[in-house]
């Protein structure tokens, strides 16, 4: 720690922290363009000078308080006169060349520029000599570009480096001919690039599909998570009357910290698209409109028409935990066990900490070594892959892949594409295990591509052996981690909706579907499903998209997206968070619980609710680790079980298309286009 | 200084041959190992003598690839600096030293010299014979004095440009260094 005087005033702070940043922590605003504090240093908008004065006296100019730590006495003028007049000066000059375009601006009203310019500027320009014009540049369906209104503080620059991992954005010529571009123009790949979109200071690089569409003022926000992955990143939703607009990142050093994959950005548009608004039934093949009364009141028949262990349910990718608990509620009660949530044929099951992140987010800042089986990890969790990116740049950090040989933005050490390499591991017939041996604190990340099948398990208890053969599991360290990527797994998983003992798992329910065996089967959101229209099978349908589940449906309840109602999700580390409603169920539509809770008093069946309120808290007095209010807490270790030898185990492709993994990206034209251009990009 | 931009024109092949790469591998060796980045100056300045004195955009590519480096990264060296020709240069390269002393000593006539004999700056002519305007080349006191490719040309006027361009076009053997006779920069004898 280190005293420091910033205006006059005595604070602690600690050492080797950035000026800039100890003035923040004292509550002092510096203006600032390029600094960002989760980039690099570059000091080249010299808007965040201050004076400072050490036992040698003040400084003979003022200094870029970025690029300047604190030390023992310093003393930080940030309001003097001559502060003042450099503060003038850096922004004359950076309006100079600035159109000052901001009516026809989407930076308006959220600009750096415009806001700094207001409490820093010097209120007018002499400069009268003709303004420099820089051409637009092409980067891609995601980011809108006007580069003459670009400051040149390189902040995109340093993203595409260091967070995206893909240095993809630059900056060529120099001095006055400076210009930011991608190489000739291409599209940004990164899976992040939107980002680049909060990052920049001023309108240069704005959002495509929200151009021209709002002004910040004028939009709800609402703070809420998304679901686009199993992350939980914290976002914002910005809606205006029944629209939603955009979607923002929200600060959370534990999971997001400040970014949001560009699928998470995007999707809106899907909300907009394809929504199934009321119920609609089956008749003489073709789907027909109809009222919710005599939707709830065919169900009743069929359901109670049919035998109740030919009655299965699946529930999708996207679903919240209540609706998940309302249903395993209603099934339990009609008699049936035939309910499953892991869709894409996982056969994760057992204590959370078999089929959690246990180590989380953070813990991965700790670790010294990964190693990463059967997981694309870039496409599965992109923030995960940047938090592992930043992690590589140190040249001790030994990254393992086992599975897919994909690019991940990083150098890793690719062992081969079978499972059985575990096996090798396990008896050190493998190069990476003296990697391995020398780590203290390494991580594994067990992705769901690599349990699948039927030797899942055994493959799952080979690995458990392994991490405490190495030192992935110790007393103090428990770097076993399962990735998920469907949001609504792991709080599917914690409530039990998956047959334990007798009832049905996802493959028997599908090949008795197919074989004419089940009588009734209830999708809820389940639309990841590779089915054809089987007659013999009644299925009723719950969701808000006519996506590959509606197709087959006989029955469809119209039901809200999840920012459309309130809803309880738990993310790949286990950390339980809510889903808060930004805009109304379109529509006929209901939330989810309620179409259960009313097919259920249809049926007369007593299912203990009657409000959203009443589920919660039963959910949360049977399974106290939904409480969202609860304490964050790191599970214990997972146990060691028996195993066999690997018997055709084989890694699956869980995610083909990034752009296109759940049935609101399937409907959202920004993702389409998104994936129609990296497939023009390849075929050129 | 103009925008620059890399060349239209792009009909020209280029790949680093064995050699070639022998010798890039030879410059590594100056830089340490993790570091092989810092070649990328010396790699695109043969790559640009290989092309025949421009960049064009296979040689950044080439580059890259041999550096493994992001392509962008390589371009903005290529932009950076002025050294380095985006377009094409022709056989004959004439770099006309601008700055205070050569002006000041009448590089404004050597500009006109160039201008009248071989055309538009930055344009090739028929002769491949080519010019343009730098920053100081470092020879203030031959001032005024031009750079054609390798060689410098110094304490020249109208005439004596005009007449190294027309020996260049002849194919005629001209004097490197100073056009009036003295040794490197020794004092001049004045009447």
């Known amino acids: 720690m280190v005293n420091i005087k910033i205006d006059d005033k005595d604070y602690e702070v600690e050492d080797g922290l950035a000026i800039i940043q100890a003035c923040e922590i004292a509550g002092v605003e510096v203006p600032r363009f390029c600094y960002h504090e989760k980039l690099s240093i570059a000091g080249n908008c010299r808007m965040c000078l201050v004076d400072v004065e050490d036992s040698r006296g003040l400084s003979p100019k003022p200094v870029a308080s970025c690029a300047m730590q604190v030390s023992e006495g310093l003393k930080i003028y940030t309001k003097s006169e001559r502060v003042k007049n450099a503060q003038e000066g850096a922004l004359e000059f950076l309006l100079m060349n600035h159109p000052l375009d901001c009516p026809i601006c989407d930076q308006g009203g959220e600009c750096d520029l415009q806001d700094q310019s207001m409490a820093f500027g010097y209120g007018s320009s002499r400069f009268d000599g003709d303004k420099r014009a820089v051409e637009s540049k092409d980067m891609g369906p995601f980011i809108k570009t006007e580069m003459t209104r670009c400051i040149h503080c390189t902040r995109c620059v340093r993203f595409s480096s260091e967070i995206s991992g893909n240095d993809e954005i630059g900056s060529i010529g120099r001095g006055h001919d400076m210009e930011i571009t991608t190489y000739l123009n291409q599209a940004v790949e990164s ?463 869980i995610i083909d298309s990034y752009w296109q993994t759940n049935s609101i990206a399937r409907a959202s034209s920004n993702l389409s286009k998104r994936n129609n251009y990296i497939k023009e990009e390849n075929n050129r | 200084m103009t925008v620059r931009r890399l060349a239209d024109n792009q009909d020209i092949n280029f790949k680093f041959d064995n050699h070639d790469l022998k010798f890039l591998n030879s410059l590594l060796e100056n830089y340490p190992k993790d570091k092989k980045q810092s070649a990328v100056v010396p790699s695109l300045f043969y790559a640009q003598r290989k092309a025949g004195g421009w960049l064009p955009e296979k040689a950044i590519l080439a580059v890259s690839d041999f550096l493994d480096m992001p392509k962008i990264r390589v371009l903005e060296i290529a932009t950076f600096y002025s050294m380095f020709n985006l377009q094409p240069s022709g056989d004959h390269f004439v770099q006309v030293c601008g700055t205070t002393p050569c002006w000041l000593r009448g590089a404004e006539n050597i500009k006109k010299a160039c201008k009248d004999y071989i055309g538009q700056e930055r344009e090739v002519s028929k002769d491949g014979l080519c010019w343009i305007e730098v920053e100081c080349l470092g020879a203030c006191v031959n001032a005024p004095m031009i750079q054609i490719n390798d060689d410098y040309y110094e304490d020249l006027d109208y005439e004596s440009t005009v007449k190294i361009l027309k020996d260049i076009k002849n194919k005629k053997n001209i004097i490197k260094g100073s056009q009036i006779g003295r040794k490197s920069s020794e004092p001049l004898e004045r009447d």
């Open chain 1, 191 to 653: 899976e992040l690039s939107g980002n680049v979109i909060d990052l920049c200071p001023v309108g240069a690089l704005t959002s495509k599909p929200y151009a021209f569409s709002a002004r910040p003022w004028e939009l709800n926000k609402t703070e809420t998570i998304d679901i686009m992955d199993a992350m939980g990143s914290n976002i914002r939703i910005d809606s205006k009357g029944l629209r939603v607009m955009r979607v923002l990142p929200r600060l959370n050093e534990d999971i997001n910290e400040e970014w949001i994959t560009d699928k998470t950005r995007f999707f809106w548009d899907g909300l907009n698209n394809q929504r199934i608004d009321k119920p609609y039934k089956r008749v003489d093949g073709i789907l027909k409109p109809t009222s919710w009364k005599s939707a709830l009141e065919l169900a009743k028949e069929k359901i109670s028409n049919s035998k109740s262990e030919k009655i299965s349910a699946l529930s999708g990718d996207l679903v919240d935990i209540e609706s998940i608990y309302a249903l395993k509620k209603l099934m339990k009660n009609i008699g049936s066990d035939n309910f499953d949530c892991r869709q894409d044929g996982s056969r994760i099951s057992g204590p959370p900490e078999r089929w959690l992140f246990n180590s989380t987010f953070n813990g991965i800042e700790d670790s010294d070594g990964c190693l990463i089986i059967g997981s694309d990890i870039r496409k599965e969790a992109p923030l995960l892959n940047s938090r592992l990116l930043r992690k590589s740049r140190d040249d001790e950090y030994k990254i393992g892949v086992i599975g897919f040989n994909n690019d991940l933005t990083f150098d890793f050490n690719f062992l081969g594409e079978n499972p059985s390499i575990v096996e090798d591991i396990l008896i050190e017939n493998n190069n990476f295990c003296n990697d391995l041996s020398s780590m203290k604190k390494p991580l594994m990340i067990l992705g769901q591509g690599a349990l699948i099948g039927k030797d899942a398990q055994n493959f799952q208890n080979i690995c458990i052996e392994l991490a405490y053969k190495f030192n992935f599991i110790n007393d103090d360290w428990n770097g076993f981690n399962v990735l998920h990527s469907a949001a609504s797994r792991a709080g599917a998983m914690s409530i039990g909706f998956f047959p334990s003992g007798k009832g049905m798992i996802t493959e028997e329910i599908i090949s008795n579907y197919n074989n004419n065996k089940l009588d009734l089967l209830y999708l809820l959101g389940a639309d990841e499903l590779n089915l054809e229209k089987n007659d013999d099978c009644f299925v009723i349908y719950q969701g808000h998209h006519g996506d590959v589940g509606a197709q087959i449906a006989d029955l469809v309840f119209p039901a809200a997206a999840f920012c459309e109602q309130n809803g309880l999700y738990m993310n790949t580390e286990g950390r339980v968070q809510e889903s808060i409603r930004s805009t109304f169920p379109l529509g006929e539509a209901k939330e989810n619980w309620e179409i259960i809770y009313l097919l259920a008093k249809e049926m007369s069946i007593d299912i203990g609710f009657s409000n959203l309120n009443e589920l919660r808290n039963q959910l949360i007095e049977e399974f106290p680790i939904i409480n969202p209010y609860r304490e964050f807490e790191p599970l214990p270790s997972p146990k060691k079980d028996e195993f066999n030898k690997l018997n055709g185990h084989q890694f699956k492709r």
